[in-house]
């Protein structure tokens, strides 16, 4: 079952597609996408479906500026922006219920980093985060080198403020980090340095030549395979 979510943060409207299974209070899962996506991205349809097969809810929302949702991209603090929505979006399936206790996040690329620092400060039982960067410097980097793509160049543009999650990662836990060794936006240190902060239980993924758009077929099965995997694992026991 597929059901449309509006609910507000910052006087703006976002919208989001919540999956259910058949399953009585499942356990949820929120996903955040990357700066330039929206929640129809082939990422979080995939994991949708795939969670929904195995009793698990999973709810997939544009960001403001992005799909359906009103606002900018514009921001002084991205970051922090996408931030409150993914708690706004958590906020608006607790007031709905139905679920059951346990909570898992996914996140790409900036998505990703936007998990990291809600799963630092809230309580989460399941994370899954695929190319995140720690900091926003690779991205800017990346848009300075020469003859660089004009599209990596807005993209560290519309970053606003600089972050950098190094001291929240080690209240991390539960995570599967997932990230291509041959990545050109965020660097395959980034996920190192998450899976070697973090707290037990962690797994860090890494897939040979694998590149920022997870471009490679196989890439991706492997992605879709062990990220329902983690969370079903660690979420299987929470229901109820």
């Known amino acids: 079952m597929q059901i449309p979510v509006r609910f507000e943060i910052d006087g703006l409207a976002l919208r989001g597609d919540l999956h259910l299974p058949a399953a009585p209070a499942p356990p949820l899962v929120i996903g955040a996408h990357g700066l330039l996506s929206d929640r129809s991205s082939p990422k979080q349809q995939a994991l949708a479906r795939a969670c929904t097969d195995m009793g698990i809810a999973y709810f997939r929302f544009d960001h403001r500026g992005c ?9 002084a603090d991205l970051l922090d922006a996408r931030c409150r929505d993914l708690l706004a979006a958590l906020a608006a399936m607790r007031r709905r219920g139905g679920f059951g206790s346990g909570l898992g996040l996914f996140g790409s690329s900036l998505g990703g980093a936007v998990c990291l620092r809600i799963a630092a ?9 695929y190319a995140a960067p720690v900091r926003s410097a690779p991205l800017r980097a ?26 929240e990662l080690r ?8 990230h291509g060794d041959a990545d ?3 660097p395959v240190d980034h996920g190192r340095e998450i899976h070697d902060a973090a707290r037990p239980p962690r797994r860090l993924l890494l897939l040979p030549r ?18 329902a995997l983690w969370l079903k694992a660690h979420l299987s026991g929470r229901q109820g």
Request: proline residues 5%.
């Open 184 to 186: 050109a936006i965020v």
């Open 142 to 167: 990346a848009a300075a080198r020469p003859g660089v793509d004009p599209e990596l160049v807005r993209q560290a543009g519309l970053l606003g403020a600089d972050f950098d999650l190094a001291p």
């Open 210 to 227: 694998g590149d920022h758009a997870l471009s490679d077929p196989r890439h991706q099965e492997l992605f879709l395979r062990e990220s």
């Open 121 to 129: 400060r809230e309580a989460i039982d399941a994370l899954v985060v």
């Open 67 to 75: 799909g359906e949702s009103e606002g900018s991209l514009a921001s």
């Open 171 to 178: 209240r991390i836990h539960h995570v599967l980090v997932i």
